[in-house]
C-alpha cells in the first residue's frame, strides 16, 4: 500500500461500484454538480506542493459521504467546516437532538433536508445510500451505542476520541463492526498531522538514536462546570482521556512501542464543583521494554500548555506548541558542526481534520484497515484503566502487550 | 461604518436591493436563516474565537457571485480554495484561454457549464446576473483591458496587485469604473490580514512611540525563465511590482503615511536570462514628511526571506515571516520591568483570501469604498515609477502627495 | 537583611572586625577606596545595568580568601575563572592530590606556592590566615570527610552539590559546622542566577496563578565509563543526584513549597559499562500539599535537553534552555489583548558561579545564613532517597516535612 | 600565518626578545610555567571547548601590558572587565583627565600608582616599560592626536572604532604607526566575535550561494543630550560612525567584498537639541562589482533594534539580535528535506573585548599584522565620507577600491 499515485487507487474504486457515476472525463462527473449541488472544495496546498506533487480532488459525486453524528462545538466549529478542505469526503446527513439547528446546519452545508435525522430515528439511517459513514461526535458514554447502531445499519464509523468510557465498550464496538464487515476508525487526528508523522519517521527510522525519554505536557484551564466533560457517567474521566489522552497516544505512535508497566498520580483541587466526579490533573510515566520511559502532565486547571520532547541518545525532535488543532511548530536538535542546534523546518499549515476525513474516505473505497482502527483505540484505553489503577492503588501496574497490531498502515505520503 | 454587526448589515443589503438575486434557486436553503436562526458556523474559526464573536456565514444562495478571470497558478492553488473559507462570496463564472482547463475546474467547483467564457467572449458575461464581481488574476498588462471590459459590463471589479503597469493605465481603469459606477478593489491581501491590521493599529494610536524606521526584505528565487513575469511587456517589471510592492505598501498602510521621496538602486545579473528586460533586486528608501523612512529590499535572485520590522522611538513590531500566504509570525519588543523583551502574541491563522472576497462581497453588498480602492493601486504605481526613476538617473526623486485618500474605511474586527 | 546598599555592608565589616586582615601586604591599594570615593567598576555588568545600580567591587586585599579543594574540571574550568568576575571573592589557596598540577595552577592565579596543600596536610590549612572560605569541589563521597576536616580547621565551607551521599552524611555535616561555628553553604548555583530568582518572584508573587504543575527534563549524554560519577561508593548514585537534581531543585525553590509524597522509577541499559552500579535515568513526580506537582526526567543516556515550565492557572514561566551554565533563556505565556502569547524578557549574561562566590563571601562578612545553607542540601538528600524507595518498592513513598526552614534569606537585588 | 598551535608562538616570543620583561617583579609566579608544564586555564571555555581544543593561558608576567586612555563608560564597564577574561592581557597602566578616578580605578585592578599619567604628561609613558600596547578609548576627535603621540613614544596602538572623524586623519594615523614601526589596530570587536566569524566562513566559502543582500538595522535611543556623542568636532557625526559602522563594516567583512557605489539619507529631528550638530538617523546602500548589495539603517532615536540578514541564492545566515556586547544569536535558513528550515546552532557566549585584547597581545608578540589595522579603518572611512556626500548631494556617489589590503591575517582557530 506504499503506492504513490492515490489517484489511481480512489479512481479504481470509484470506478467498481461507481461505474455509472465515473463513466465519461470529467464531463459526466460534473453532472450531479451542475444540477446545484453547493461544492466547497478547497484543495488546499501551497504553491511549492501543487508544482511537486500530484493532487487529485474528487468531485462532489464521487465523494464518500459523511453523516455527522452529533452537532456539538467540535462538529460546528472544526469537522463540518474541515470538509471544505477535504478531498474525497463531502458532509450528506446529520444527526442532533435540536432540530431546528440541524435545518439550519444543513441549510449552511448544502445538505438535503430529508437526510437529517433525530438521535431516536437514527437506524433510519440504514436507507440513505448516500451515506457510507457515521462520523460520531457525542459525550464519550455514547460512543459504544451509537457505533453499534451505525454498525447494525451497515455503514462505516469513525468515531471521535477517546472510543469509549472503558475497555468493554471498546470491545463491544471492535466486534459490532467486525460482524457487520464495517470499517471502525477512531479519530485520532495526531496520526494524521504532518509533522507529527515527520517525527514518527524519525523516531524509528533511528534518526534520533535509540529511544529513550518522550516528555509531554497537555493542559488547558478548564472553565465551565457546566459541560459534559465534567461528568464521570459521560466523559469517563477527567484530564486524562480527553487531552492526557494526546501524550499518552503520541508517546504510542511516535516510538511505535508498547508500554508494559505504569506509574500515575491524579489529583482534584478540593471543593472545586468543576472537579468532583473527575480528575482535574494526571502526572503518568510508562516505562516501555527497550528502556524508553515517556513521562506526562495534563491538567485542566493550568493554563495553556502544549508541547512534547522525544529523545533519542542522538537527537531530540519535538513539537512547541503541540496537540492544538493550529498552530503547531516542529524543533528538533543534535549536533552540526560541533555545535547543538536547533533546527525547525517549515511545515505548511494543514487540517488536521479534513486530513482525518480523506483517510477515512479512502479506507472505504480502497476497502482497507484504517490506520487508527478501533484496535488503538482499544489500547490506549487498556492503559488509561492502568493509569487509574496505579493512581488508586499507589503503586505501579503492569499492562499486558496488546493481542495483535492496534494499527493498520499509514497514509501513504502522496495521500496527504 | 464602526458597525459591530456585520451581519445585519449584510442581511439587510441581502433583503433590501438585492431581493431579486436572493430570490433565486436557493431560496429554500435561507429559510430557516431568514427565520431568524442563530447559525454559528465560522468555517475556520478556532474555538476561542468561536465563544467569544458573532461570526456569520452566508448561504450559498445569498452569497456574492464572483467570475474569476485567469485560471493560472494563483488562482487554481489559493483563490479558488478559498472561497471555501469564505463567508459572503462564491464562484460563479470561470474566464480563460484554455476552455478544457475551464470545463474541469468549473466541474471541481459546482460552476455551470454555461458559465464559462474565454478572453474574446468574455463581455457576453454582462448577461450573466449571477456574476456581480469580476476578479481579474491574468498577467499585469491585461489588468487595464479587463478591468475597463468588466466596468462595461456593468460588474464590480476585483483586480490583483499590482495593479497594472503604469499610473496611466491605473487612472483609466479608475475611469472607467466611476463612469460605470462600478466598485473597483485592488487586491492587497496584507491589508486584511489579522497581524498586519494589528500592528497598524498599534503603529497609528501610538503603542511605538513616534514612527522612525522601517526596514523590511522580501525576497524569493525565481526560477523559470520562461515565466511572464520577466517579460517587461506583460509585467511591467520585475521583483518591484511583485514582491518589492510587499514592502512599498506595507510601509505605507501601516504607518497610514505618504512618502514625498525617494532613492533607489536596481539591479540585474548580467547574461542571465531571466532578467534580460526586468530587474532582479531593488533597494530603495522612501522618506515621510513626519522623519519616518522606509527602506526595502527585493530579490527574486535570493534565498527566500521575507520580514518586516517597524521602529517607534519607544518599541517595534514586526513580521517574521512576512508577507507570504500562510505562517506568518508576529514579535514586538519593548521595556518591561527594565528588561527589553520579545512578544509574540499567538494569532490563529486566516485564509487571506476569504477575507479579502468578503471584503469585497460586503462592499458590494453594503454599497461602499473597499478599504483598497483603485486609488491605493494608483499611488503605489506613482511611487514605483519614482523608484525606477531614481534608479535610472541616481538621485533622490520627489513624489507629489496623492490628490486624495488612497483608502476606504478598514474592514471592521467584526468582519474579519 | 532586605537592605538595598550591600556596599554599605560590606564596607561596615571590612572597615570594622576585619581590619588586621585589610592591613596586609595590598593595603596601599585600597587606600582610595576606603577614603570613601565612590569606585563603579562591575566587571560583567552591560551599560543599562551600570547606569542605574550601584554596583561595588572589591579591591583584592578585602576581599574574602577561598581555599579551592580539588583541581578537576568544575574547579578549573568554571570555578576559578569565576573568582575574575567576582565582586567579594579571590582564591588563596588550592588543595590537591597532585602537586604539580596544584604549582601550574597557582602560578596562573597568583597564589602563593606556601598556600598549596595535598589531601594528607590539608588540616595545616587551619593557619593559613588568608584563608576563610574552604570551597569542596570533589566526588561527593568526599564532601562529608572535608566539610568536617574543614570545620575543625575552623573555616566557612561552600560545598558543591550534591551535599553528600547520604541523609546520615548530610547531618554529620551541619552538625560539624554547627559545633565550630562556621557558615556551611551548599553550591546550589541556580538559587543564584538572575532568571530563575525572577521566577520564584514571579510564582510566589501570585503572577501565574495558583501554582499547578512543574515539568522538567535535565539530560545529557554521558561518556566516559572510567568517571568517578559512574561509581556508585563515590558518586553515591548516577543522573539523579547530578543532574536530575537540578529539576527537584528548582521545583522547590521556584514554588517555595516541599513535597509529601514521591512516586519515581529508575532504569539503566542492561550490559551498559556506564550503567552497572548507577542509575542511567530516573523518571519521577512529586506532590506537595497545595496540590501542586513536579514530574522530572532526567537521564544520562540521551541528547541534552535541558528546560523546564512552571504553570499556574493564569500563565506559565520557564526556562529553554534551562540548568546550563550559560545560555539560558526565559520564556512565559498568559493571555494578552486575547491572545495567548509568549513573553521572552532579554537577561543580560551572569556569571552563576561569581555570584555564588559572592554570596558566600558577604555571607562570611555579614555573619549571615546562606541562602543555601545545609538544610537545603539534607532536604533534597531525604527526598533523594525517597525516589530511590520508591523506584525500588514500585509504590508512592511518604516525606515528612523537613523540620525547620532549609534556606537562609535570598540574595537582595542590589547583591546581584 | 595559519599556525595550529598559539601556545608554540606565543611561548617562544616570551621566553625570547621579551626576557628582560619577563624578568620583572613577577618572574617568580611564572616559575613553574616556564619549567615546561602544560597548564590548562582558560577563563571562559565551556566544558565541550576545554575538553576538545588545546587552549592556553599566559600567567601575569608574562602577559602583553595594556595602558588604557580614557576611563569613560566603554572602558570602565566593558574594557577593563574583559582583561580578566583574556588569556595573554593585562592592564598595567592608565590615562585620564582625572585624577582621583584613576587612582580608584588602578586600586581595583592592581595597577601601581606610578604607571598613572594624565593627558598632559601622556608622553612619559615612553619611559614605562610594562607598556606595550595604548589602548585609545576617547572621544573620536581625540584619536589621531593619541596614536601620534603613542606612536612617538614607541607603543603599538589599539584605537577605538571609529578610527576618526576623518579620511585624513586615518591616513596620519597610518603613517605615524609605520614611520614608529608600531603596529596600529582598530578595535572592530565583531571580526574577533565567533557568530560573525562562522558566518563570514560560511559566506566566503560558498555555503550561501552567490551572495546577493545584506540587509541591517542598528539602533537605539540616544538619550542624554550632553554626551559628547551628539558634538560634530568630538564625534565626527552622529549615528553613523557610531552604530551604523557595524552595519557598513560587517557588510565588508561578512562578504570578503568591496563597494564601488553607495546611496544614502540622513535625517534629524527638528528641533531636538540632541541633533543640530550631528545626524539622528542613516539609511544607505552599497553596491559591490558582484551585484551583492548591502542596504542599513541606523538611527538614535529608535527603541532598540539589531540585527542583520546575509542572503545568497541558496541561503541565508544572519543574527538577531546582531552588533550588541553579549547575547548574539545566529540563524540561517536553507531548504532542508524540502522544507525551508531554520537553523540555529548554539555558541557559548565569548566576551569580544577579551579576544580583541588577546588578538592584539598575540600580533604584538608573534610581530604580525592584525586582523583589523588601520587601512581597515581608513577603508570605513572613506566609505563614510561618501555616505555623508551622497546625502548631501542626493544623488549616487562612487568609491574608488581600497589602494591595497584592508586586514590582516584572521585569527586562527586555536587562539579563540
Chains 1, 2, 3, 4 share one sequence.
Not at 16 to 27: D, E, K, N, P, Q
Not at 64 to 78: D, K, S, Y
Not at 131 to 157: C, D, Q, W
Request: charged content about 20%; glycine content about 8%; overall charge neutral.
Amino acid at each position: 500500500m506504499q503506492n504513490k499515485s492515490p489517484r489511481r487507487h480512489f479512481l479504481q474504486m470509484a470506478g467498481g461500484g461507481l461505474a455509472a457515476l465515473a463513466s465519461g472525463a470529467t464531463m459526466a462527473a460534473s453532472t450531479p454538480a451542475s444540477a446545484g449541488v453547493t461544492v466547497k472544495l478547497p484543495p488546499i496546498l501551497n504553491a511549492t506542493e501543487a508544482q511537486t506533487k500530484d493532487p487529485v480532488i474528487s468531485p462532489p459525486g464521487k465523494r464518500v459521504g459523511f453523516a455527522i453524528v452529533g452537532l456539538g462545538h467540535l462538529a460546528l466549529e472544526e469537522v463540518l467546516p474541515a470538509f471544505a478542505q477535504s478531498r474525497f469526503a463531502r458532509p450528506v446527513a446529520l444527526v442532533s437532538g435540536d432540530g431546528n439547528k440541524a435545518q439550519s446546519v444543513a441549510a449552511q452545508y448544502g445538505i438535503a433536508p430529508k437526510a437529517l435525522y433525530s438521535y431516536d430515528d437514527f437506524d433510519r439511517i440504514a436507507h440513505n445510500k448516500q451515506v457510507e459513514v457515521i462520523y460520531i461526535i457525542l459525550p464519550n458514554s455514547m460512543h459504544a451505542e451509537f457505533t453499534e447502531r451505525a454498525a447494525k445499519a451497515g455503514k462505516h464509523v469513525l468515531c471521535e476520541k477517546p472510543m469509549a468510557t472503558s475497555v468493554a465498550e471498546c470491545e463491544r464496538m471492535i466486534a459490532a463492526c467486525r460482524t457487520a464487515k464495517v470499517r471502525l476508525m477512531i479519530a485520532y487526528r495526531s496520526q494524521y498531522e504532518p509533522i507529527d508523522r515527520a517525527i514518527a519517521k524519525m523516531a524509528q527510522s533511528g534518526q534520533l538514536g535509540a529511544l529513550r525519554e518522550f516528555i509531554a505536557g497537555n493542559s488547558q484551564r478548564q472553565g465551565d462546570v457546566n459541560q459534559w466533560r465534567h461528568r464521570k457517567a459521560l466523559a469517563g474521566g477527567g484530564a486524562l482521556p480527553d487531552i492526557g489522552l494526546y501524550c499518552l497516544n503520541a508517546a504510542r505512535f511516535l516510538s511505535g512501542e508498547e508500554p508494559t508497566e505504569v506509574m500515575a498520580r491524579v489529583w482534584s483541587p478540593p471543593g472545586d464543583a468543576r472537579f468532583t466526579e473527575v480528575e482535574a490533573a494526571v502526572r503518568f510515566t510508562m516505562t516501555f521494554p527497550s528502556g524508553f520511559a515517556a513521562t506526562a502532565v495534563s491538567s485542566y486547571d493550568s493554563h495553556e500548555s502544549r508541547f512534547f520532547r522525544l529523545q533519542g541518545t542522538d537527537a531530540w525532535a519535538g513539537m512547541n506548541p503541540a496537540f492544538a488543532y493550529e498552530g503547531l511548530k516542529m524543533q528538533s536538535a543534535r549536533l552540526m558542526d560541533g555545535h547543538d542546534t536547533l533546527i525547525e523546518p517549515h511545515f505548511p499549515a494543514a487540517n488536521q481534520f479534513a486530513r482525518e476525513l480523506d483517510h477515512m474516505a479512502r479506507c472505504v473505497r480502497e476497502n482497507r484497515i484504517p490506520h487508527t482502527p478501533g484496535e488503538e483505540g482499544l489500547q490506549d484505553h487498556r492503559i488509561m484503566e492502568a493509569i487509574y489503577q496505579s493512581a488508586r492503588e499507589g503503586r505501579v501496574v503492569t499492562i499486558a502487550p496488546p493481542p495483535g497490531p492496534t494499527r493498520g498502515p499509514a497514509p501513504d505520503d502522496g495521500e496527504v
